[in-house]
C-alpha cells in the first residue's frame, strides 16, 4: 500500500465570473477525496520513498461539472505533474531513497561533507525535526534514529564504507561524526558489539595493542577488507587518527560478530588492528623510499580527504544564485538473486524455539562460530544444496568452511527431526517429506548487509504453510544480526 502525502497545496481558481466560497471549498474537498493508492500506482515500492519538493499542476473544467468529476480531473493532472517531475531528471527536486537506510545513509554522508540541500526531504521522512539545523544536528539527529532502530546501523554503516571510493563517505564521516557517536553506534550493533568493546579496553590500556596475532584465511579472503586495507594504507596519517573505529569495521567486515564467542571476537579484533598498523607501517616505509617531488600533484583519496562544500557565491547582476553542486550518489549495497528453495528461511522463525541458541551457549568447546556451523548443519540436513543463494542467507550471509564438531551435527539433526514431527501433526496434508516440501519453492531474493527480502509468487501460497504461520517475517533476528522479511507478490 502507497501513502502520498500533499505536505502544502496552494490552490488558485481562474474564472471569468466570481466562484462562491462554497463551491471552492466543495472542489478542494473533492481534490482531498482521490485515492492516493490509484494516484501513487507504480510510483514507488514497498518501503520506497519518492519525495517532491514542488510541482506545478494545471487543470481545467466547467464551473458546473460535478464535484466528483473535478477531482478525477485533478487526480488526472497531478499523476501527470509527477511523471512529468520525474522524467526531468532534477535530483533538486525529485529524491527517491528505497528505505528508510538509504535515506539515513544519504543524510549522515551530505550532512558530514556539510550539504544541506536535502533536509526538506529528512524533514519530510521525520528524520529531522525542521529544515533549516547545522549539518552536526543532522548528524545527531541520524544517529539517535539508528539507536533507535539498531536493525538498520550495520545496512547504514556498510552502504557507507562502499561507498568511499566513489563519494568519500567513510572519511567524510570520519571526520565530521564523534568517535562517542561511532562507540555509541558499535555497541548497539550485533556485527560490531564484541569488538567494540574488546577495543575500548584495549585503549585504555586493558589489552596490549602490538600482540602478535594468528592470522585467519577470513581476512586474507574479503574483498571488502583488502579495498579497506588499501584504502588505510594510501592514507596513513588520517587513518592513525581513526585507527579503533577502522579496526571495528575492519574486523565486523570480515567475520559479522552474531554468534561469536568474546575470546574469538577478542583474537579477530587483535588482527584487524594489526593488519591496520602493518598496512601503515608499510605505507611509512613507501613514503620514505619514494623521492618529494616539489610540485607533487594531489591524489583522489588526497582530494577526497580535502573535499569540502564552499559556500555558492552570488553572481554579479543577477538575482538568483546558482544551484549548490551535486554530490554524487552512494552506490547501491542490494542485489537479487534467484532461489529454488525459497522456504528454507522460513524455519529461521523457529530457531530460537528449538532451543539451538541456549544449547550452543552452554556448550564450553563451542568453536569460534558455532552459531553458523550449525546453520549450516541444519539447511544440510534439510538437504538444501550449498550452491543455493538461501543457504547462504540462512547462515547469516556467508557458509562457514571448517567442519563442525560430532555434538553440532548431532544437535542440528535431532532439530530437523523435530520440526519433521511438528509437521507431521500440525500439517499432515503436505505431501512427504514434508520438510522438502517447505523448502523447495522458488523465489527472489533481495539481499543487502544486514537486510533480507525473499519475494515469493503470490501464487504460491501455501494454506497448509499459512495455517501453521510458519511464512511470517521471521523480521529483525539481533542473534544473526540480520532482517529477514517475507513478501507475497501480486
Not at 341 to 368: K, T, V
Not at 451 to 477: C, F, M, N, Q
Amino acid at each position: 500500500m502507497s501513502l502520498m502525502t500533499v505536505d502544502r497545496l496552494r490552490t488558485t481558481f481562474h474564472s471569468p465570473v466570481p466562484l462562491a466560497d462554497d463551491r471552492c471549498d466543495a472542489w478542494q474537498s473533492a481534490f482531498a477525496a482521490q485515492d492516493a493508492d490509484s494516484l501513487a500506482a507504480g510510483l514507488v515500492r514497498e518501503d520506497e520513498w519518492l519525495l517532491i519538493r514542488h510541482l506545478r499542476l494545471v487543470a481545467r473544467w466547467r464551473a458546473d461539472e460535478v464535484d466528483a468529476d473535478v477531482g478525477q480531473v485533478w487526480g488526472k493532472a497531478l499523476r501527470r505533474s509527477i511523471d512529468e517531475a520525474l522524467a526531468s531528471g532534477a535530483d533538486s527536486n525529485c529524491i527517491r531513497y528505497s528505505s528508510h537506510r538509504e535515506a539515513i545513509a544519504d543524510m549522515l554522508y551530505r550532512s558530514a561533507l556539510g550539504e544541506r540541500t536535502r533536509q526538506w526531504a529528512w524533514q519530510c521522512m521525520g528524520l529531522i525535526e525542521r529544515a533549516d539545523v547545522d549539518c552536526g544536528g543532522v548528524l545527531d539527529s541520524g544517529v539517535r534514529q539508528l539507536l533507535h532502530s539498531p536493525e538498520w546501523i550495520w545496512p547504514v554503516l556498510q552502504r557507507i564504507v562502499a561507498g568511499e571510493e566513489a563519494t568519500a563517505a567513510l572519511t567524510a564521516l570520519l571526520r565530521g561524526m564523534p568517535a562517542s557517536a561511532w562507540t555509541k553506534l558499535f555497541a548497539a550493533c550485533p556485527q560490531t558489539v564484541p569488538y567494540a568493546r574488546w577495543m575500548g579496553d584495549a585503549i585504555h590500556g586493558a589489552s596490549p595493542l602490538t600482540e602478535d596475532v594468528a592470522d585467519e584465511p577470513g581476512m586474507r579472503g574479503s574483498p571488502a577488507a583488502r579495498r579497506l586495507l588499501v584504502w588505510a594504507q594510501a592514507r596513513s596519517h588520517f587513518v592513525q587518527r581513526h585507527v579503533a573505529t577502522l579496526a571495528v569495521l575492519l574486523a565486523a567486515l570480515v567475520w559479522p560478530a552474531s554468534g561469536s564467542t568474546n575470546e574469538v571476537s577478542r583474537q579477530r579484533a587483535r588482527l584487524a588492528w594489526a593488519r591496520l598498523a602493518g598496512a601503515l607501517s608499510r605505507a611509512e616505509v613507501a613514503k620514505s623510499a619514494k623521492p618529494s617531488p616539489s610540485h607533487a600533484t594531489p591524489t583522489p583519496g588526497d582530494l577526497r580527504e580535502d573535499m569540502q562544500i564552499e559556500p555558492t557565491q552570488k553572481p554579479r547582476d543577477e538575482h538568483d544564485e546558482p544551484a549548490p553542486r551535486e554530490l554524487p550518489k552512494l552506490p547501491d549495497t542490494t542485489a537479487w538473486q534467484a532461489t529454488r528453495h525459497a522456504g528454507l528461511l522460513f524455519w529461521l522463525s523457529r530457531i530460537a524455539a528449538s532451543g539451538a541458541l541456549e544449547w550452543l551457549d552452554q556448550q564450553a568447546d563451542a568453536p569460534a562460530d558455532g552459531l553458523r556451523l550449525l546453520l549450516r548443519e541444519l539447511a544440510l540436513a534439510m538437504d538444501v544444496p550449498d550452491d543455493d543463494p538461501a543457504f547462504a542467507v540462512f547462515c547469516g550471509g556467508t557458509v562457514p568452511q571448517a567442519e563442525a564438531p560430532l555434538s553440532i551435527a548431532d544437535k542440528a539433526g535431532s532439530i530437523v527431526n523435530q520440526w519433521s514431527t511438528w509437521l507431521a501433526d500440525a500439517a499432515p496434508d503436505l505431501p512427504e517429506p514434508r520438510i522438502a516440501t517447505v523448502c523447495k519453492r522458488d523465489g527472489r531474493l533481495r539481499l543487502e548487509p544486514g537486510w533480507v527480502e525473499l519475494h515469493l509468487p503470490i501464487a504460491s501460497v501455501d494454506t497448509s504453510i499459512r495455517r501453521i504461520a510458519l511464512d511470517l517475517d521471521p523480521g529483525w533476528l539481533p542473534w544473526l544480526g540480520c532482517v529477514v522479511r517475507i513478501h507475497y507478490d501480486e
